[in-house]
């Protein structure tokens, strides 16, 4: 590998954890355009589970650009828990390809939840936890400099996911 394509990888690598790192904020504050401007067209999204009681990946969720824009026009109607979410993740590794076209990434991931109302909402109201935890394995295609999502599976170490749990993750 030449020293031009290292120096290119290091902005690549740098491209790609600004854009996991923007994308969590972009979630967080339902910027749910902004999240689908950074996909290329042919997008695919999926969160998903291990579960040991079945021997079986579980599918939460999972569809292609165009369901997920459909989707998230589709959240403000949804009469759903209006906790707000804040991911915090962190970029293990980046991975350019060779010919850097393509590029895969692995995110430690942690949502937390702060309670708006709860059973008992004078008690719980504006209490965080823990919602869930995982990993982004992303896919990323990178043309002309620009670093788009071509996939993103959620892989979760939950089985259970409670009320909101139909945003994207």
Known sequence: ?????????????????????????????????????????????????????ISADMTYLSGNREHMRSLVDMLPKHNSDHSPLKRHCTVYDVQVAEDGRSATATTSLAVYQTLLDGINSHVDAGSSHLFLVGRYNDRFSISDGQVKFAEREVRLLNRRLDKGSHYPI
Request: aromatic share 12%; charged share 25%.
């Open 1 to 53: 590998m030449s020293a031009n394509n290292t120096s290119n990888n290091v902005v690549i690598v740098e491209q790609i954890k600004s854009l996991i790192y923007k994308t969590c904020l972009n979630q967080d504050d339902l910027n749910w355009g902004d999240w689908l401007d950074s996909c290329d067209d042919g997008f695919e999204y999926a969160i998903r589970s291990y579960s040991p009681e």
